[in-house]
């Protein structure tokens, strides 16, 4: 199975939507590497710079309603064509919820406190995802342990690496 | 205990319950567009699955950006258009016939009570309005949709929003659902359904219960859903009246979807609209909504009326209301884009079409581009749009641009005024 995890992008506002995480305007891209360039262009966030603030990173943690919006899909797979394999949050919009999972790729939730901790850790954190144990190890200049619970059928679609091979197989 | 109307399509529609909260569903209709269809169908081609579950379950439309402004465009309308007819997909909408999809295709009776739909497009849920389950997905339910008709979902709890009252003057749909999204954020109804109910919504068009509908998304929910009643089988009826002998008959029928009095929801809330006033969004997110007598005076740059929410003839006839023999102020610029072919020949033959261009209104064919910031009417930066359009996010309708979410008729008011302004003192 894929691993998980990796340098934490904090990105401390509820509500970010599909438009600012990949504006219209580049939905007219016909394959997933083109967008690229694009990943979180219009969010509204002081001081963010997408091309700065995202190297090297492979996990995003953000507040409550994540992926509110539109459906597109692109959201996710700018996400994953930026090497960002996990996103965690308060709470998530159903449809960028859904189509992380479809793409075999993880939104954890987690309770506003555990949230509130995480962004608190200070200095570089990296995020460790133990899957089967349902476990989050975050390092900063603090480290800290946080559980989760992923929905049963959610866990089958990452093991089976999306929705399309999970459904090829069974209907 | 009962069950509502939701509970009711996922138990006639269950195909599979791979875990007690998951539950796969039978689907009665996928539609497509050109924006998130291609990247399903050269992924299914790559995979060696070219092939669809049911051509005549498939809809198909180009709207997004249509006619095609550019190479990339182009490519996407043809990679459908190909597709279509490689499937012997028959309803595909290309240029001339095209409209705006959640406005299309309820036109040509595709949506029927009890149906199990979706479509790579958030405002799907539109088309609960008919008392169906619609929801909007990503492009790998809509791929996996194509090729097995099924669709996963959690089973939605639902929230019944009764809207008693009586609508006042200048008041809409519109004016309603933002009130309601005002009230429930923008994820006050994150996995759930609002079921829509009471004398309001009983006695609305199937064109305002959609503008209803429509807007569910921007709280957060799967889907928004009316009860199918006499209005919903009148505007059916040219679509089943071989099915059926009377409208009673079919109304008969309709009955089995009815949620039951004794059926669970979550939580009931409710409206009384008797002294709501129109309504305009501010800031960038659709609950951040004012009544309209707070935002007057503000400046506007462009005005357009159109979309999925708002582009249906009811909408032109009530934007016309205040055009009509006025022109709109010079600080600003008019744009109306009717929804669908039908609406746009119908507002020609109401002469509303007439009344638009004499008010200074520039006509477009029917398309969402503007909406969405891809074509026809992209605002430049810093610029403000009073729009019937259904979300206001940073840089919806164009880097650094402005949206203000308000009703056709308060649109209309604000073309003449050139700013924001209370629409009922312009009405007769």
């Not at chain 1, 939905?27 to 091309?51: I, R």
């Not at chain 2, 889907?223 to 002998?245: H, N, R, S």
């Given at each position: 199975?894929?691993?998980?995890?990796g340098?934490?992008?904090?990105?401390?506002?509820?509500?970010?939507?599909?438009?600012?995480?990949?504006?219209?305007?580049?939905l007219?891209?016909?394959?997933?590497m083109?967008?690229?360039?694009?990943?979180?262009?219009?969010?509204?966030?002081?001081?963010?710079?997408?091309?700065?603030?995202l190297?090297?990173?492979?996990?995003?943690?953000?507040?409550?309603?994540?992926?509110?919006?539109?459906?597109?899909?692109?959201?996710?797979?700018?996400?994953?064509?930026?090497?960002?394999?996990?996103?965690?949050?308060?709470?998530?919009?159903?449809?960028?919820?859904?189509?992380?999972?479809?793409c075999?790729?993880?939104?954890i939730?987690?309770?506003?406190?555990?949230?509130?901790?995480?962004?608190?850790?200070?200095?570089?954190v990296?995020?460790?995802?133990?899957?089967p144990a349902?476990?989050?190890?975050?390092?900063?200049?603090?480290?800290?342990?946080?559980?989760?619970?992923?929905?049963?059928?959610?866990?089958?679609?990452?093991?089976?690496?999306?929705?399309?091979?999970?459904?090829?197989?069974?209907? | 205990?009962?069950?509502t109307?939701?509970?009711?399509?996922?138990?006639?529609?269950?195909?599979?319950?791979?875990?007690?909260?998951?539950?796969?569903?039978?689907?009665?209709?996928?539609?497509?567009?050109?924006?998130?269809?291609?990247?399903?169908?050269?992924?299914?081609?790559?995979?060696?699955?070219d092939?669809?579950?049911?051509?005549?379950?498939?809809?198909?439309?180009i709207?997004?950006?249509?006619?095609?402004?550019?190479?990339k465009?182009?490519?996407?309308?043809?990679?459908l258009?190909?597709?279509?007819?490689?499937?012997?997909?028959?309803?595909?909408?290309?240029?001339?016939?095209?409209?705006?999809?959640?406005a299309?295709?309820?036109?040509k009776?595709?949506?029927?009570?009890?149906?199990?739909v979706?479509?790579?497009?958030?405002?799907?849920?539109?088309?609960?309005?008919?008392?169906?389950?619609?929801?909007?997905?990503?492009?790998?339910?809509?791929?996996?949709?194509?090729?097995?008709?099924v669709?996963?979902?959690?089973?939605?709890?639902?929230?019944?929003?009764?809207?008693?009252g009586?609508?006042?003057?200048?008041?809409?749909?519109?004016?309603v659902?933002?009130?309601?999204?005002?009230?429930?954020?923008?994820?006050?109804?994150?996995?759930?359904?609002?079921?829509?109910?009471?004398?309001?919504?009983?006695s609305?068009?199937?064109e305002?219960?959609?503008?209803?509908?429509?807007?569910?998304?921007?709280?957060?929910?799967?889907?928004?859903?009316?009860?199918?009643d006499?209005?919903?089988?009148?505007?059916?009826?040219?679509?089943?009246?071989?099915?059926?002998?009377?409208?009673?008959?079919?109304?008969?029928?309709?009955?089995?979807?009815?949620?039951?009095?004794?059926?669970a929801?979550?939580?009931?809330?409710e409206?009384?609209?008797?002294?709501?006033?129109?309504?305009?969004?501010?800031?960038?997110?659709?609950?951040?909504?004012?009544?309209?007598t707070?935002?007057?005076?503000?400046?506007?740059?462009?005005?357009y009326?159109?979309?999925?929410?708002?582009?249906?003839?009811?909408?032109?006839?009530?934007?016309?209301?205040?055009?009509?023999?006025?022109?709109?102020?010079?600080?600003?610029?008019?744009?109306?884009?009717?929804?669908?072919?039908?609406?746009?020949?119908?507002?020609?033959?109401?002469g509303?079409?007439?009344?638009?261009?004499?008010?200074?209104f520039?006509?477009?064919n029917?398309?969402?581009?503007?909406?969405?910031?891809?074509?026809?009417?992209?605002?430049?930066?810093g610029?403000?749009?009073?729009?019937?359009?259904?979300?206001?996010f940073?840089?919806r309708?164009?880097?650094?641009?402005?949206?203000?979410l308000?009703?056709?008729?308060?649109?209309?008011?604000?073309?003449?005024?050139?700013?924001?302004?209370?629409?009922?003192?312009?009405?007769?």
């Amino acid at each position: 199975m894929k691993q998980f995890g990796g340098q934490a992008l904090f990105l401390d506002r509820s509500d970010i939507n599909t438009d600012e995480i990949i504006p219209a305007k580049y939905l007219t891209e016909n394959t997933k590497m083109d967008l690229k360039p694009y990943v979180l262009e219009d969010l509204k966030l002081g001081g963010f710079d997408p091309k700065r603030d995202l190297a090297d990173k492979g996990v995003i943690v953000s507040r409550a309603n994540f992926g509110c919006g539109s459906s597109r899909e692109h959201a996710v797979w700018v996400f994953e064509v930026n090497e960002i394999n996990t996103v965690i949050a308060e709470s998530f919009a159903r449809i960028f919820r859904q189509n992380m999972y479809n793409c075999g790729m993880l939104a954890i939730e987690l309770p506003a406190a555990d949230i509130e901790q995480l962004f608190n850790l200070g200095g570089e954190v990296t995020v460790e995802v133990d899957l089967p144990a349902g476990k989050l190890t975050a390092k900063g200049e603090r480290t800290a342990e946080f559980s989760f619970n992923l929905n049963d059928f959610d866990r089958r679609l990452v093991a089976a690496g999306g929705w399309l091979n999970y459904a090829d197989k069974h209907y | 205990m009962g069950y509502t109307i939701v509970e009711k399509i996922f138990a006639a529609h269950r195909r599979d319950t791979p875990t007690p909260e998951n539950i796969i569903l039978d689907l009665d209709v996928v539609m497509c567009h050109e924006i998130t269809t291609p990247i399903a169908i050269t992924d299914l081609e790559a995979r060696g699955m070219d092939r669809v579950f049911d051509p005549d379950k498939i809809k198909v439309v180009i709207d997004h950006v249509t006619p095609a402004k550019d190479s990339k465009t182009a490519t996407q309308g043809k990679i459908l258009r190909d597709w279509a007819r490689r499937q012997n997909i028959r309803d595909f909408f290309d240029i001339g016939r095209n409209g705006v999809c959640h406005a299309l295709f309820p036109e040509k009776g595709f949506i029927r009570p009890g149906y199990t739909v979706i479509m790579g497009d958030s405002h799907t849920c539109t088309h609960g309005a008919f008392g169906a389950f619609a929801a909007g997905v990503g492009t790998t339910d809509l791929e996996v949709g194509i090729l097995k008709g099924v669709c996963s979902f959690r089973l939605p709890r639902t929230i019944k929003v009764e809207i008693n009252g009586r609508m006042p003057a200048g008041v809409y749909a519109k004016d309603v659902i933002l009130h309601i999204i005002k009230k429930l954020t923008v994820n006050g109804a994150t996995d759930r359904v609002l079921e829509f109910g009471g004398p309001v919504v009983a006695s609305m068009s199937m064109e305002a219960r959609m503008t209803l509908c429509n807007m569910a998304i921007e709280a957060g929910a799967t889907c928004g859903v009316c009860l199918p009643d006499k209005i919903t089988a009148e505007y059916l009826w040219p679509f089943i009246k071989e099915q059926y002998t009377t409208i009673d008959e079919a109304l008969a029928d309709f009955q089995e979807w009815h949620s039951d009095p004794d059926a669970a929801y979550e939580q009931v809330l409710e409206f009384d609209v008797s002294t709501l006033v129109p309504q305009v969004t501010y800031g960038f997110k659709p609950d951040e909504v004012k009544d309209i007598t707070e935002m007057e005076g503000v400046p506007v740059d462009q005005i357009y009326i159109g979309s999925c929410t708002n582009g249906r003839i009811e909408d032109l006839r009530e934007a016309a209301r205040v055009l009509k023999g006025k022109k709109i102020s010079d600080q600003v610029r008019g744009i109306l884009s009717p929804a669908t072919p039908k609406v746009y020949n119908q507002a020609l033959e109401e002469g509303l079409i007439k009344i638009f261009q004499e008010a200074g209104f520039c006509v477009t064919n029917p398309t969402c581009g503007a909406c969405l910031g891809m074509s026809n009417g992209v605002l430049a930066d810093g610029e403000i749009c009073a729009s019937t359009t259904n979300r206001n996010f940073n840089g919806r309708m164009g880097k650094g641009g402005i949206v203000h979410l308000m009703s056709p008729l308060s649109a209309a008011a604000a073309a003449v005024a050139g700013k924001i302004t209370d629409p009922r003192v312009m009405l007769d």
